[in-house]
């Protein structure tokens, strides 16, 4: 076991937690995240693998599937974000790579976002200050790409609740952004 | 005395009194009224003064299109000038005070201007303020900007938030009269998601202001049920306080809603106002239509108002005006006026009514085929001169004209994507026409539909065409008159007549655009002001149009109108900003080290949204070369750490890489070895150099591609490009990982020993087994996976080191303690700077767009045993003359000379300009390592120049020194250090 101590996107110990009138927005540090990127030639194996590991049809454009441990984005064309809980797959790049063999290339992203989960009554009211997304009619299973104070993120509902991730350098510009809209609504 | 005016009815709240505070005066209104409504039920005529002349004026109108009653509201860093008294809804503690005076406003010292208004005519400044020229900045314009214009900005800081949002719906209803509620509650019924907008506080539009019934209630209290049905409606966002300001592409509807400005200030968190984005598939527009007035002479003085907005103040606010009132009309619309004024107990002094035929009323006295001629009194109107039918004239006592000339169709929305309104005989107005916005369809007034029953069955229809239903609702019934008007612009005869009331045009003005050769309408505009402004002209430009045409001999179509452009009516520019103001203003990305750099007191710079540190001054440093020098000297004197986190890094993987990054970069990756980093320069298409970085091939078929902190994004941007469209079949596949990965640049001839207290004793980083460009995929500080690079910009045995970001703050922590045996100095972006200028490294000063390799010095790079982007024009004639500018250094005769950047070289002796200019410098800085300054530049040719003195200029600032042209690698040229 290594001995360097990590740091959550925000710059702390442990996750950021705000309760904003109706509004919960928590920190999510437990996310370990991996491009999949299906090899030319090899876009009905890597689905096929896909398929398996989620135990679903891999998500399609705008949409997620929320499966355990593994959940997927779609991101682009044979390409998807592939989450599990960190503790558990800290080494995703790795594990997928045992599973994806040459159909696919993984890439680490686990560090490259900052996930913030936010529910509450107001949270269709906290994301329409924020992005173009059309937020209301967004259902479990939908994810898209969208800007938020001019941050590109993902934004995911499920099971009632909106996931946002964005870069985790501009952790600090979205948090203040989500704070502030749900301030606003609040 | 309070509320002198006050009479009974309209949609007031009188349980509840308001007080409020107008030039200092206080007074007492109720919920429902606005500012000038309160103001009137007060005795208050008198509201501001007019722009160019100083005329006393007070409200024309009761809603958004007011041209006069503008004020300052709020005051202290709150205040907001040019606020419409017609719009503000009152609340306690309101404070508010006119504009545009000197001395107090009954008393404008500036009404001077006044008396001199026949100098003052249009084109007055253009004519006079001529010459001298050099009188214009310093004396005309400050005085004229004193003399003139409206209200003043309070120079602080606006302490209010604006928010901004975004909405979907199926169909957005803009305004919410009688059309606009019809087609949202036909449309609402149906089941589809609809957004209702509009701009006053209380929905319901005219139908609130009229005397009018629908079915078998009164037209306020149908919308007030209408706007209750809809209220329920899950499927319904009701918008009151909302001003659509303007119709974009895609059907897409910019809206303010005004969330706090009815309050005393916003509640904590909340914003003022809030900018919305509106996508929707379908957009109705009832904006309805604004009533215009008759130009006579003194036809601006305080009590003239339209008829339109005297029966609001009458019916929905209870105030009267005044207390005895006549009416001007060519329309049947006076009449409806003098009807309502006469129920409501308030004298009818006479309505004038240019129309022959005009209705007789037993009430009151009826001059048809009459004329209004003048008017008098000095702050507020006292009499009106009328002219009968039989030429002759009389005075007619009155504190307030209602003036109804015929109404206007607010066709803005529908011509914001450039469509043109098309004239409409019946009405004597535009109406929408031609092509209108895409998904855009009109009802009601705005329309063109004059009546209730109209304005409902439109409302009605076109919500059924919008969503495709098939069947039209029961509609409630309604008066259904046509509209009878008789065109009349203005009564000829001397003085003065006011065509636009907020910019002081008077027909006289008009006249004489003509008469001076300014007789396109937009010049008309121009010269005249005619139509600028707050109001935009929405009561005034038909009128000039009229007067125009008549001129001209033209029938008004045929002049045309000027454009429509958003927004609608003044939107405050913080409301377009919204939250990105001050520290807000854009995003700003953080390095993983940024929380431990603040701990040491770095300075930071922006480098692109990224937070770097630039160095870390300590105890005694007073000024920053000191910390950058002695930066430098730690690290090249033993060893030091920067964080490097945000050169871009892509991740390229797939069998094809090596075959892509071939064609990427100009100088040939296939051959390099696993493990192994290379230095690589990436052309555009034109052969002009792109930008430069490292790749390092962690395997067969992956690569980590680094990218310079500013191009990180397009060059990604651009190697996707590559992917997608010009290589398609080729397996490989992109990814940023720039955020992924902390990354810090160890230097200095102690770097290895420091490392090899991090990276674990499994992974060997001797010289031998790790030697300069090696790369390889580690583990450190006792198994933490990560990567390593032994890669160089200061010129020193360096490394990358990179580690998941998470741990980057962990790890410069760890790195710092591990080499403080070392004297371990922690540099920034000015050392980094310096460094690579020492060493002769090209950054973004050298790949500027316009330098190739060759300019570089880097032309044998560029492969010619293989096809690469930029290969082929990077071989253009005018790429390769003889005189080629050459990356050179520059070191100053007299050491104690600076080389500033941007300065140009000129020989020795000889002229100085642009036909002599021999090269530029690109980058400059003091190098501590050799004592002096030091610059990078391009010369022409300078490649075989070396030892030539030459003189580098910058007119400028005024430098003139001498050049030493030498060697662009000032330090350590054989690389001796970096591969120790």
């Not at chain 2, 702050?379 to 009389?394: F, K, M, N, Q, S």
């Not at chain 2, 015929?406 to 109406?431: D, I, K, M, Y």
């Not at chain 2, 002001?529 to 009128?543: E, Y």
Request: aromatic share 8%; proline share 5%; hydrophobic share 40%.
């Amino acid at each position: 076991m290594h001995s360097l101590p990590p740091q959550t996107a925000l710059g702390a110990q442990s996750a950021q937690q705000d309760v904003i009138g109706t509004l919960s927005l928590t920190e999510v540090p437990d996310v370990a995240i991996a491009s999949v990127a299906a090899r030319k030639g090899h876009e009905a194996a890597c689905a096929k693998t896909l398929q398996k590991l989620l135990g679903a049809t891999p998500p399609g454009p705008g949409e997620m599937t929320g499966t355990t441990p593994y959940a997927a984005i779609w991101m682009a064309q044979d390409q998807w974000l592939l989450c599990a809980p960190l503790h558990s797959h800290e080494d995703i790049a790795s594990l997928l790579k045992e599973e994806f063999g040459a159909d696919a290339s993984i890439t680490e992203q686990t560090d490259g976002w900052a996930c913030f989960d936010i529910s509450g009554a107001a949270m269709h009211d906290m994301f329409e200050r924020l992005c173009p997304a059309p937020v209301r009619s967004m259902q479990t299973g939908h994810a898209t790409r969208t800007t938020i104070h001019h941050i590109g993120c993902y934004l995911m509902c499920q099971d009632g609740a909106f996931r946002v991730m964005a870069p985790r350098s501009s952790a600090g510009s979205l948090y203040h952004a989500l704070i502030e809209a749900a301030r606003s609504v609040s | 005395m309070s509320q002198i005016n006050r009479i009974d009815g309209g949609q007031i709240d009188r349980t509840q009194t308001l007080k409020f505070n107008f030039n200092a005066k206080t007074y007492t209104g109720h919920p429902g009224d606005t500012l000038a409504s309160a103001l009137l039920a007060n005795g208050v005529r008198l509201m501001g003064r007019s722009f160019k002349y100083h005329r006393p004026r007070g409200p024309l109108t009761a809603g958004s299109e007011e041209p006069n009653a503008l004020v300052e509201l709020r005051g202290g860093a709150r205040a907001e000038p040019n606020t419409r008294a017609t719009t503000i809804e009152l609340y306690n503690g309101l404070w508010a005070r006119s504009q545009n005076h000197l001395g107090p406003l009954g008393l404008d010292v500036m009404a001077v201007n006044d008396l001199f208004s026949d100098f003052l005519s249009a084109g007055f400044y253009y004519k006079t303020f001529m010459w001298p020229a050099a009188f214009w900045e310093k004396l005309y314009e400050p005085v004229i900007r004193r003399a003139a214009g409206l209200g003043a900005l309070s120079g602080k800081a606006d302490p209010d938030t604006y928010d901004k949002g975004y909405l979907h719906c199926d169909l957005l209803v803009i305004g919410a009269g009688p059309s606009g509620l019809m087609a949202a509650r036909t449309a609402a019924r149906a089941g589809a998601q609809v957004i209702l907008t509009d701009e006053d506080f209380r929905m319901g539009g005219r139908l609130n202001s009229e005397t009018l019934e629908i079915g078998e209630q009164t037209g306020a209290d149908w919308a007030a049920d209408t706007v209750a049905e809809l209220a329920a409606q899950p499927n319904v966002r009701l918008m009151p306080r909302t001003t659509s300001i303007g119709a974009f592409d895609h059907g897409i509807y910019g809206a303010v809603e005004r969330v706090s400005d009815h309050l005393h200030r916003p509640e904590d968190g909340k914003p003022r106002q809030i900018l919305w984005r509106i996508y929707t598939r379908q957009t109705i527009l009832c904006a309805g239509a604004t009533e215009r007035p008759i130009a006579f002479r003194n036809n601006d003085r305080p009590g003239i108002m339209l008829g339109s907005a005297v029966r609001s103040y009458v019916n929905r606010f209870g105030a009267a005006p005044a207390r005895q009132i006549a009416v001007f009309t060519n329309s049947d619309d006076g009449h409806k006026t003098a009807q309502d004024l006469h129920a409501k107990g308030i004298r009818v002094a006479g309505v004038i009514d240019i129309r022959k035929d005009a209705p007789r009323s037993d009430a009151y006295d009826v001059f048809a085929g009459s004329k209004v001629t003048d008017s008098k009194g000095r702050l507020g109107l006292r009499r009106i001169e009328v002219e009968r039918a039989d030429g002759t004239r009389h005075w007619i006592d009155c504190g307030a004209l209602a003036v109804s000339g015929g109404w206007n169709p607010n066709v803005h929305l529908t011509c914001h994507q450039r469509g043109r309104p098309q004239w409409n005989e019946s009405l004597a107005a535009f109406v929408p026409g031609g092509v209108l916005p895409p998904g855009l369809s009109v009802a009601g007034a705005a329309n063109g539909v004059m009546s209730t029953a109209g304005a409902l069955r439109s409302g009605a229809a076109a919500a059924c065409t919008a969503l495709s239903l098939k069947a039209m609702p029961d509609l409630p019934e309604a008066e259904d008159a046509p509209l009878s008007i008789t065109p009349f612009w203005h009564v000829a005869g001397k003085g003065r007549a006011w065509l636009d009331q907020q910019n002081d045009v008077t027909v006289k003005d008009v006249k004489l655009s003509h008469q001076e050769g300014y007789r396109s309408v937009e010049h008309l505009k121009r010269y005249t002001t005619l139509g600028m402004a707050t109001d935009q002209g929405k009561t005034s430009n038909v009128g000039g149009l009229a007067i125009l045409a008549e001129l001209a001999g033209k029938s008004i179509p045929d002049v045309g109108t000027t454009i429509f452009r958003p927004p609608y009516t003044p939107t405050a520019i913080g409301v377009f900003a919204g939250r990105s103001r001050g520290k807000a203003f854009k995003p700003t990305r953080k390095t993983p080290s940024h929380i431990w750099a603040e701990e040491q007191g770095a300075v930071f710079v922006e480098a692109g949204n990224w937070l770097r540190a630039q160095w870390f001054p300590r105890a005694g440093e007073t000024h920053w070369r000191q910390s950058v020098d002695r930066e430098v000297q730690a690290t090249r004197g033993s060893v030091g750490v920067c964080d490097v986190t945000t050169l871009g890094k892509i991740d390229v993987q797939g069998s094809d890489a090596a075959a892509f990054l071939n064609k990427v970069y100009c100088n040939g990756f296939a051959k390099l070895p696993v493990g192994r980093t290379r230095y690589g320069l990436m052309l555009r298409e034109d052969g002009i150099a792109m930008d430069d970085g490292t790749a390092a091939r962690l395997a067969e078929d992956h690569f980590v591609v680094t990218t310079t902190t500013a191009n990180a994004v397009s060059v990604y941007r651009h190697m996707e490009f590559v992917r997608q469209c010009l290589f398609p079949d080729m397996d490989v596949q992109l990814i940023s990982t720039t955020e992924s990965w902390a990354q810090f640049a160890v230097a200095g001839p102690n770097a290895r020993k420091v490392l090899q207290k991090i990276v674990d004793p499994s992974c060997d980083i001797s010289n031998d087994a790790f030697p300069f460009m090696a790369c390889a995929e580690i583990t450190l500080c006792g198994g933490l996976r990560g990567r390593l690079f032994r890669i160089s910009f200061s010129g020193e045995l360096a490394y990358e080191i990179a580690v998941p970001t998470r741990y980057g703050d962990a790890l410069i922590r760890r790195i710092m303690e591990v080499g403080a045996p070392y004297d371990i100095t922690p540099y920034g972006t000015e050392a980094l700077g310096v460094m690579r200028i020492e060493k002769g490294h090209a950054a973004g000063n050298e790949l500027n767009g316009t330098t190739t390799a060759l300019n570089l010095g880097l032309g044998r790079m560029v492969s010619q045993t293989k096809d690469s982007i930029g290969t082929v024009l990077s071989r253009r004639e005018g790429l390769n003359a003889p005189d080629a500018l050459r990356q050179v250094g520059l070191r100053p005769l007299d050491p104690k000379d600076k080389v500033p950047a941007g300065a140009h070289l000129m020989a020795a002796t000889g002229p100085v300009d642009a036909a002599h200019d021999q090269g530029y410098v690109t980058s400059a800085c003091y190098s501590p390592t050799l004592g002096h300054h030091i610059a990078l530049a391009f010369l022409k040719n300078g490649a075989e120049r070396l030892g030539e003195t030459l003189r580098l200029v910058s007119p400028l600032t005024g430098v003139e020194t001498h050049v030493e042209v030498v060697s662009p690698h000032f330090f350590d040229p054989q690389g001796d250090r970096l591969r120790a």
